[in-house]
């Protein structure tokens, strides 16, 4: 049970999903920051399997990329239609929401070289 005491709805899941797949889409054919964060995750989930490394740590670093980077767009769209006039409020949140962005892709780099380079390196040979 919900706690509106009503019981969740399968049809209504559903359609919140296809919500939500819309707006990913929109992100992805708008944003070319998110089309590249996308393809540098993918790449690293095909290189931490091609080096047989533990994928929870990459993919979770991705994850947490791409949901900021809709975040600021969300933050972004709202912040356009409330003050469509340029305001130094307007450009503090589209700047903290950015710098959110910024910050997890910093972690998600840490990530990624602490999880690929060691097996990277032993396979082009310099672990010998």
Not at 35 to 64: Q, T, Y
Not at 92 to 99: I, N, S
Request: proline share 5%; net charge positive.
């Amino acid at each position: 049970m919900r706690s509106d005491g009503s019981a969740l709805n399968p049809r209504r899941w559903w359609r919140s999903a296809g919500f939500a797949w819309a707006g990913i889409r929109h992100a992805y054919r708008s944003q070319a920051n998110f089309r590249i964060e996308v393809w540098a995750g993918v790449l690293a989930l095909i290189a931490a399997a091609f080096l047989r490394v533990p994928l929870a740590p990459i993919a979770l670093a991705c994850a947490l990329v791409l949901a900021l980077e809709l975040v600021n767009t969300a933050l972004e769209a709202v912040v356009d239609l409330a003050s469509p006039e340029l305001h130094p409020l307007a450009k503090v949140a589209k700047d903290a929401a950015a710098g959110a962005v910024l910050i997890a892709s910093a972690g998600a780099l840490v990530v990624g070289l602490v999880v690929l380079l060691p097996p990277l390196w032993a396979w082009v040979g310099g672990g010998r």
